[in-house]
T-cell receptor, first 112, second 114 residues
Framework: GDSVTQMEGPVTLSEEAFLTINCTYT??????LFWYVQYPGEGLQLLLK?????DKGSNKGFEATYRKETTSFHLEKGSVQVSDSAVYFC???????????FGPGTSLSVIP | EPEVTQTPSHQVTQMGQEVILRCVPI?????FYWYRQILGQKVEFLVS????????KSEIFDDQFSVERPDGSNFTLKIRSTKLEDSAMYFC????????????FGSGTRLTVV
């Protein structure tokens, strides 16, 4: 079945460092890909998405490019802030009503 | 911005008791979901609901679970006889079209079974 794999962390970075969180997926067909973020004590928020190959999703300085050839959707940010400390989930969805399948999450801590 | 609203935010219940978790999805959304997250762990799919019926359910969603959309606005998850291992955060989500838009999640209900 469809699945998502991502680096599990935890990841600790200094403020203003470059962030990459790797995500790869296995799916039949051409899923949509998402990154969700969960801040401490809160629910899940959609961070960015891409619905087809070579699309780049971006939001709040984060970006990720849908790479069909490598089945990847790595999350990047050029300069992280303390407020970016959260758990980041890579996810995919196959059809309009299909469930979203989540990766295991990557915990990010940014220290001043 | 429209929100998915979940109540209560925290519920403590005794093992064996029934609980009902409530959700108000975004009004023009057609697809509804329940997920759970055991503390610090993966977000697990429970059930999807469309056109007043279950469209898919996971192996976690056994006979002790049920969902209902009783009045066209609320969307509820009932656990008939809670077990200690049901302790988790339960998230409701709704979507216009998950492939294009993703989900909008509620802020969750923390269920503690004692």
């Amino acid at each position: 079945g469809d699945s998502v794999t991502q680096m599990e962390g935890p990841v600790t970075l200094s403020e203003e460092a470059f962030l990459t969180i790797n995500c790869t997926y296995t799916a039949t067909g051409y899923p949509s890909l998402f990154w969700y973020v969960q801040y401490p004590g809160e629910g899940l928020q959609l961070l960015l998405k891409a619905t087809k190959a070579d699309d780049k999703g971006s939001n709040k300085g984060f970006e990720a490019t849908y790479r069909k050839e490598t089945t990847s959707f790595h999350l990047e940010k050029g300069s992280v802030q303390v407020s970016d400390s959260a758990v980041y989930f890579c996810a995919l969805s196959g059809t309009s009503y299909d469930k979203v399948i989540f990766g295991p999450g990557t915990s990010l801590s940014v220290i001043p | 911005e429209p929100e998915v609203t979940q109540t209560p935010s925290h519920q403590v219940t005794q093992m064996g008791q029934e609980v009902i978790l409530r959700c108000v999805p975004i009004s023009n959304h057609l697809y509804f979901y329940w997920y759970r997250q055991i503390l610090g762990q993966k977000v697990e799919f429970l059930v999807s609901f469309y056109n007043n019926e279950i469209s898919e359910k996971s192996e976690i969603f056994d006979d002790q679970f049920s969902v209902e959309r009783p009045d066209g606005s609320n969307f509820t998850l009932k656990i008939r006889s809670t077990k200690l291992e049901d302790s988790a955060m339960y998230f409701c989500a709704s979507s216009e079209d998950s492939e294009i838009y993703g989900y909008t999640f509620g802020s969750g209900t923390r269920l503690t079974v004692v």
